[in-house]
T-cell receptor, first 108, second 115 residues
Framework: AQRVTQPEKLLSVFKGAPVELKCNYSYSGSPELFWYVQYSRQRLQLLLR??SRESIKGFTADLNKGETSFHLKKPFAQEEDSAMYYCALIQGAQKLVFGQGTRLTINP | GAGVSQSPSNKVTEKGKDVELRCDPI?????LYWYRQRLGQGLEFLIY????????KSGLPSDRFSAERTGESVSTLTIQRTQQEDSAVYLCASSPVGGFYNEQFFGPGTRLTVL
């Protein structure tokens, strides 16, 4: 079955330190993966998608099919990065399968 | 323009009562999705509407759950005979075409508490 695993429920780093939020997936086909973010008191919103190979707010994510991972990285964390992050995978036509989320806290 | 809206924002009900949750998608978005998020868990897909096609109900957890959508507008999620395990945040999302790569735009959610 298709599954997205985010092994860390909580992650805390200091401002300026590198950040890596882990995401592993299981999927039988060719996956399409996303990172969604929810800032405090805001809606869940798309951060980035792997097919776009984009960098948003300094974050990047590389799909590693060999390791079935799609880790989210940022070289220098900022306080405004504190949020809940969800890794998600497209299943079939439209169903997004979400991981359980990682709450990232950036300490000053 | 306005984003996805949901009402009510909070709903407290007693076990056994029926509840109805509403979602107003972004105008012009043909695809609409309902998700559930239980405390400490990820988002769980419930149902998906795309235009006039038959909805994908594969995520509905039991026959107490049902959803309707009128054309490409408002959707309602109904939970009958609510149980305490139904307590969760119910999220609605819409996307413009329902194509494979389309971004989903989420509403603020309805927090349901079943006493």
């Amino acid at each position: 079955a298709q599954r997205v695993t985010q092994p860390e429920k909580l992650l805390s780093v200091f401002k300026g330190a590198p950040v890596e939020l882990k995401c592993n997936y299981s999927y039988s086909g060719s996956p399409e993966l996303f990172w969604y973010v929810q800032y405090s008191r805001q809606r869940l919103q798309l951060l980035l998608r792997h097919i776009s190979r984009e960098s948003i707010k300094g974050f990047t994510a590389d799909l590693n099919k060999g390791e079935t991972s799609f880790h989210l990285k940022k070289p220098f964390a900022q306080e405004e990065d504190s949020a809940m992050y969800y890794c998600a995978l497209i299943q079939g036509a439209q169903k997004l399968v979400f991981g359980q989320g990682t709450r990232l806290t950036i300490n000053p | 323009g306005a984003g996805v809206s949901q009402s009510p924002s909070n709903k407290v009900t007693e076990k056994g009562k029926d509840v109805e949750l509403r979602c107003d998608p972004i105008s012009g978005h043909t695809a609409l999705y309902w998700y559930r998020q239980r405390l400490g868990q990820g988002l769980e897909f419930l149902i998906y509407f795309q235009g006039n096609s038959a909805p994908d109900k594969s995520g509905l957890p039991s026959d107490r759950f049902s959803a309707e959508r009128t054309g490409e507008s408002v959707s309602t999620l109904t939970i009958q005979r609510t149980q305490q395990e139904d307590s969760a945040v119910y999220l609605c999302a819409s996307s413009p075409v329902g194509g494979f790569y389309n971004e989903q735009f989420f509403g603020p959610g309805t927090r349901l508490t079943v006493l």
